[in-house]
């Protein structure tokens, strides 16, 4: 049975919806005073409705909401005609958002739709990114982006994101599409890549019963799907120049063709490319069009790695260590100044995604309730001798930038040797891997009767 979760000021405020809900699927009622992340069953909720007589700030509540479900769609139902509330604030965070209760078949058809909607495209487990987005204004570079988006949002304007695997490409689309005036109609996005080429062209446009072999049936194409919404056609550097040319005829007469069709479908859409290749060197070695490249180069914008915005981190880490906390049910209070000290030295690679997989995969490790370094995929435990450095805050007023001046300023050492600096590297080691050998050789890269003979050679015992 389908379980809806709904936050309401009282069972009796709500009385017939609920009563009419029950009949259709199992119900969880929250109600004012109860916290917005209690856990009310172990599967996510099919819907989630959310009355405005609900208690506390409407905003920080569904921004509760969406880190906690961030895959289900939430309707706010405005019943109070004489509660005052900014909508233009609320609308981004919800799916749908109503200014009455509507006869209970209708409302079920509304929850039934935006169901459907998210079901039809790729999960966005990184939803919680758009309020992360937003924060990034210690970001000089994430400034001047956003306030670039911001002026396009509303405009029908084609747009180019560009930047590396993983910086947020995809996200920054989606937050495009909901300041748009598209916000309430469909987004879709389409990986480029990820499809055959044999394939894409009918992903796109459609086709028509017996176009090929084995099209049994007429498809819509994702175009057509995403009319009077956006579509995002993410790894647009991947496409097979054969159909660059029908894409230029969609984004000059905005109309396509499916795949064995006699008749042009027009389509009202926004279309956003995304990519993490330079287009114009891509069209300097004849792999794309010249005049699709300009097509799509309306609007540039390109998104910095994760390691030349170092400011956002913070944030960002607060972000993902909330949401895998409450994913996955644990009860952790904090992460600790060491583990914070080696996220903000390591480069990051694989920029906020891999940022967001380290956070998942150390909340699930974590034993007790502080993420320490041993709980950190074991890549970043060679990231020394950086790691030797207190936390970040720790060094705030202070001159302290390289190892030497650590050196000097906690240890008394001017001019270590090889060897006192090896030592205090081990020593800071095991305080940081609770003196547990096995991590600590393999953070170092060294075997466990290596570490023994050092501990053994430098004195250094668990007291000390």
């Known amino acids: 049975m389908k379980f809806l979760l709904i936050l309401a000021d009282s069972e009796e405020a709500i009385t017939n919806p609920l009563n009419s809900l029950q009949t259709n699927c199992e119900v969880a009622l929250l109600e004012r005073g109860d916290p917005v992340d209690t856990i009310v069953q172990g599967d996510e909720p099919h819907a989630i409705l ?3 007589s609900f208690g506390g700030s409407h905003e920080d509540n569904l921004k509760t909401l969406r880190k906690v479900y961030s895959s289900v769609p939430i309707i706010f139902l405005h019943d109070s005609p004489g509660r005052i509330f900014k909508r233009t604030t609320l609308e981004p965070l919800v799916h749908a958002f109503l200014s009455d209760v509507p006869p209970i078949s209708l409302l079920w058809e509304i929850i039934e739709t935006h169901v459907q909607r998210l079901k039809n495209r790729p999960v966005v487990r990184s939803v919680i990114f758009e309020d992360a987005i937003q924060n990034q204004s210690e970001s000089p570079q994430m400034q001047r982006i956003l306030k670039m988006a911001s002026k396009v949002a509303p405009t029908d304007a084609t747009i180019l994101i560009s930047g590396e695997s993983g910086t947020g490409k995809e996200v920054l689309a989606r937050w495009i599409h909901s300041r748009s005036n598209r916000k309430s109609k469909s987004f879709i996005a389409v990986n480029c890549g990820a499809i055959p080429e044999n394939l894409l ?3 796109l446009f459609g086709h028509k019963r017996g176009a090929f072999t084995g099209a049994e049936k007429d498809k819509q194409g994702l175009f057509d799907a995403a009319h009077q919404g956006t579509i995002l056609l993410d790894e647009i550097g991947e496409m097979p120049l054969a159909l660059q040319v029908k894409l230029l005829r ?3 007469d905005r109309k396509i063709r499916p795949i064995g069709g006699l008749d042009d479908i027009p389509v009202n859409v926004r279309v956003i490319g995304a990519t993490n290749k330079n287009l114009s060197d891509l069209v300097k070695e004849g792999l794309f069009r ?3 490249f300009y097509r799509f180069n309306v609007v540039p914008l390109k998104l910095p790695p994760l390691r030349d915005r170092k400011e956002t981190l913070n944030q960002l880490i607060d972000e993902f260590f909330m949401e895998y906390t409450h994913k996955y049910r644990k009860d952790l209070k ?3 100044p060491s583990t914070m000290n080696i996220l903000m030295n390591y480069s990051f690679p694989g920029n906020i995604r ?8 150390s909340v699930i490790m974590c034993e007790s309730n502080t993420i320490q370094p041993q709980d950190l ?7 020394a001798p950086m790691n030797l450095l207190p936390a970040p805050d720790a060094l705030a007023g202070t001159s302290i930038e390289t190892l030497h001046e650590f050196l000097r300023e906690r240890y008394d050492m001017e001019i270590p040797t090889i060897l006192e600096a090896e030592k205090i590297l081990i020593m800071e080691r095991m305080q940081m891997y609770l003196e547990n050998q096995k991590q600590v050789a393999e953070s170092l890269g060294i075997s466990r009767t290596s570490l023994w003979r ?3 050679e430098y004195k250094l015992t668990g007291q000390e």
Request: net charge negative; aromatic share 10%.
């Open 377 to 383: 995929p074991i890549e970043l435990h060679s990231d």
């Open 354 to 361: 891999e940022l967001q997989n380290i956070l998942e995969f």
């Open 454 to 456: 050092k501990l053994k």
């Open 250 to 252: 969609v984004l000059q």
């Open 50 to 52: 959310y009355f405005d």
């Open 334 to 336: 904090q992460i600790a």
């Open 201 to 203: 062209e009918s992903e």
């Open 290 to 292: 010249e005049d699709l």
